[in-house]
């Protein structure tokens, strides 16, 4: 297959790419120019160019373009990131439609946010419940409620009737690699700093780095379902049992907790906000489960210690000057089938 990632040049797309190249061919398209096994097409995720002769004639387009939500919602950031997500998504839409050969499919990013801060139940396709007006939670995480419903608005509105569309409501996605999620959190518990944060009451909804990309090519070829899709392991967990569970497969015994207005604080001066660990998030894949796919890790306790085991030999490769670059090389993914 050749497989166009728009906005692939990040954490995830790296991901994906690594999983799928060499055995296909693999286009990211970026704003950043980047040395990298797979080709690199510059694109500015706005305008019309170059890069849609990539879409033309290919067979997957992945769109993963987004401004990262790591910051402080000021007004410039609230605008950058609405509009990273909403208008690439239109461009993408624009050049699959004018495509003499359009993909046969196209998988759009959004995020889990898009549901209700909830405790009571877990949130499937069907029976969620979307986020905005629950009474307990803060006017700012609003913002993000109302990105997630003009990105996944602007991929409804695409016109795109020869190919089939499908909607990654993606959970956090958890790999060794430097810089991301899971090399944050590691970090913090090898420093004592991994307790429990707030109540730590919300609940954390998660997935491993090999079940997304097998989740991906599960998607492609079950050419059957379309539409939202949740991806996120089965067995979402409460924030104190999630962290308890990566101390331990960090051999981190000891950690602080952190109480709400703690890490209030600590999201200022680290230029970021609250609702990235605050928000409980308890998401749940529904139709994944339902149309058979099989997920390698659906428990956090083997899923930590997979993990660790990975972030352990890429630290100890970098300490020894052997790294060819600032990210570890992850077990090889091999996308399955069925």
């Known amino acids: ?151 996944e608005q602007a991929f409804e509105e695409a016109a795109a009737p020869r190919t089939r569309k499908v909607l990654l409501r993606s959970a956090m996605t958890l790999s060794p690699d430097r810089g991301g999620v899971f090399d944050t959190l590691a970090r913090l518990a090898r420093y004592g700093l991994g307790g429990r944060v707030g109540d730590g009451r919300q609940f954390m909804s998660w997935v491993h780095y090999e079940d997304f990309a097998a989740a991906v090519q599960w998607l492609i070829d079950r050419t059957d379902v379309d539409g939202i899709v949740n991806v996120a392991a089965p067995n979402p967990l409460t924030n104190a049992e999630f962290m308890s569970e990566l101390r331990r497969a960090c051999g981190a015994p000891f950690a602080l907790p952190a109480r709400a207005w703690m890490v209030e604080i600590g999201a200022w001066l680290m230029r970021t906000e609250s609702e990235l660990i605050l928000k409980s998030r308890r998401v749940v894949p529904g139709r994944l489960l339902e149309h058979g796919f099989v997920f390698r890790w659906p428990t956090w306790r083997t899923a930590a210690m997979d993990l660790c085991r990975q972030w352990n030999a890429a630290h100890a490769t970098r300490s020894h000057g052997r790294a060819v670059d600032d990210r570890p090389a992850p077990d090889r993914v091999v996308p399955r089938k069925g």
């Open 1 to 151: 297959m050749k497989i166009v990632i728009p906005g692939g040049s990040g954490q995830v797309g790296t991901i994906l790419a690594r999983a799928f190249h060499p055995e296909h061919e693999v286009v990211v398209l970026s704003r950043r120019p980047l040395s990298r096994p797979w080709r690199i097409v510059p694109w500015d995720g706005v305008s019309s160019g170059a890069w849609q002769r990539e879409v033309d004639g290919c067979d997957v387009v992945i769109n993963l373009a987004g401004r990262s939500v790591n910051c402080r919602y000021g007004a410039r950031n609230r605008r950058e990131i609405l509009d990273s997500r909403v208008l690439s998504t239109r461009i993408v839409g624009r050049a699959i439609a004018r495509a003499a050969r359009p993909p046969a499919v196209w998988l759009q990013s959004s995020t889990a946010t898009i549901y209700a801060h909830r405790y009571d139940a877990a949130n499937d396709e069907r029976t969620g419940v979307l986020g905005g007006s629950e009474q307990d939670a803060p006017p700012a995480w609003r913002f993000s409620i109302d990105v997630a419903r003009a990105w």
